[in-house]
């Protein structure tokens, strides 16, 4: 595996860190499975040393869990986190919205509308990170444009959690046509100032998508019972 280029001057157990994280919140290491040390020095070409510091930073952030006389895993997706995140992100989602409504300028309005038309065209690509990131880049329009520094910061900090659980939601093809939909009506709401308006549809942006995850985890494991007999 290659490492990023822009992270060439960090210290390797932050490039070993940033490298595994990227992978448990894209899916490619999924949830439940075994972080072997070994392996993944191997994988990365690094010693075990920095493959023992990321796991122990991951365990601090709730990505890993430590399994006595298993070793270390990727964490589960449980529906209390889910919910416990979601709760969070609606509130913060619904305030950025209301203070774009007042605050967003015309170069805004345009950027954001060239955010809507980014979606349509990731999702045409069936690539799932790039819809994340299409995603990510229309959200953090509308927060940006608040202009409140406190507010930016919690958005981002959730963000990384947000992250996994929007994979997950991508994963789903029946909701990019709804997502589509919903980012347009939100584009709209700001363009009207429409407050309560923008409120509404925010919430039920989150709403569906919660929904929509509980779904696509319920089905993953379905099928990880069944590949079982």
Do not use: W
């Amino acid at each position: 595996m290659s490492m990023i280029k822009d992270e060439e001057y960090l210290p390797l157990r932050d490039v070993v860190f940033n490298t595994l994280r990227q992978e448990i919140l894209t899916g490619k290491l999924k949830p439940g499975e075994r972080l072997m040390e070994i392996h993944l020095a191997n994988k990365l070409g690094v010693s075990r040393t920095p493959i023992r510091e990321a796991i122990r930073k991951l365990e601090l952030e709730g990505l890993v869990i430590m399994i006595p006389r298993r070793g270390a895993e990727v964490a589960q997706i449980t529906l209390k986190s889910l919910q416990d995140v979601m709760e969070v992100r609606r509130a913060l989602d619904v305030l950025a919205i209301e203070l774009a409504c007042e605050r967003m300028g015309q170069e805004d309005l345009d950027s954001l509308y060239q955010a809507c038309e980014n979606f349509r065209s990731a999702v045409k690509t069936k690539d799932t990170r790039m819809l994340a990131e299409a995603d990510v880049a229309f959200h953090d329009k509308i927060v940006l444009s608040t202009g409140n520094a406190r507010l930016i910061q919690l958005v981002s900090n959730l963000s990384e959690q947000m992250y996994r659980y929007r994979f997950e939601y991508l994963k789903d093809d029946t909701s990019h046509e709804m997502l589509q939909q919903e980012h347009m009506e939100m584009y709209q709401s700001i363009l009207r100032k429409d407050r309560a308006t923008a409120a509404d549809v925010v919430r039920k942006h989150i709403d569906n998508q919660e929904e929509a995850i509980i779904k696509q985890l319920q089905l993953e494991k379905n099928d990880r019972r069944k590949s079982v007999y």
